[in-house]
């Protein structure tokens, strides 16, 4: 399967890498806004197959992978921060809670035939933390590209407590939902010998 990621995340483009799948990188030019009254998995999932569809356009012959990745408290969607004191804000909202993070991903066959598309949910449970932590943690700038102000993957896993769910789709691409896209789109994932 020659794939082409549409993403600019290179979280997603390594966990690729890590299952032997060769990846090509192309950034989407999609508007991420959320719709009036749209729940947070729909948007991620409206995303994900936006990213795919609009890189698919300009590669008819090859498959698209895209996610997107939203943490919500339940109440709104946590994106990523708009600047270093909207990521303090963020972080002390989710201290000593539980958030679910939103994971999609969407897999566009070569010419648009078919997109497979789903979301994972995973639950995760920040530690209790004042505002001196979560200030030193944006200090060192890793959560200013992140959904919800942190990265599971770097220092951020510092704060968590406990995850219910996969990891991989913290981070931003879930494995055990793109095995099953894969499957459903007729191209069962295979491990490759060394």
């Known amino acids: ?3 082409i990621l549409a993403s600019g995340s290179p979280r997603r483009a390594e966990i690729l890498r ?23 998995e729909a948007h991620a999932e409206r995303l994900a197959r936006e990213k795919a569809l609009s890189v698919a ?6 498959w698209i992978v895209a996610g997107d990745t939203v943490v919500t408290d339940g109440r709104s969607i946590l994106g990523k921060p708009q600047d270093q ?3 303090v804000r963020t ?7 539980t958030h679910r993070v939103i994971s999609a991903l969407a897999l566009v066959s070569p010419d648009g035939r078919s997109i497979h598309s789903g979301v994972q949910i995973t639950r995760v449970t920040f530690r209790p ?7 030193a943690y944006v200090q060192t700038g890793e959560p200013m590209d992140k959904a919800g102000s942190y990265g599971i993957q770097g220092a951020g896993a510092a704060l968590v407590d406990r ?3 996969d990891y991989s789709g913290v981070v931003g691409l879930p494995v ?5 896209l894969m499957e459903e789109a007729g191209r069962p994932f295979r491990f490759r010998a060394p």
């Open 1 to 3: 399967m020659e794939l």
């Open 18 to 40: 890590t299952l032997g799948l060769d990846a090509r990188v192309e950034r989407p030019e999609v508007e991420e806004s959320v719709l009036p009254g749209e729940a947070p």
């Open 57 to 62: 356009l300009r590669h008819p012959e090859r």
């Open 85 to 87: 004191e909207d990521a």
């Open 91 to 97: 972080l002390l909202l989710l201290q000593g809670r």
């Open 129 to 135: 933390f004042d505002s001196d932590l979560a200030e």
């Open 163 to 165: 995850i219910e769910g």
């Open 176 to 180: 055990p939902l793109l095995v099953r």
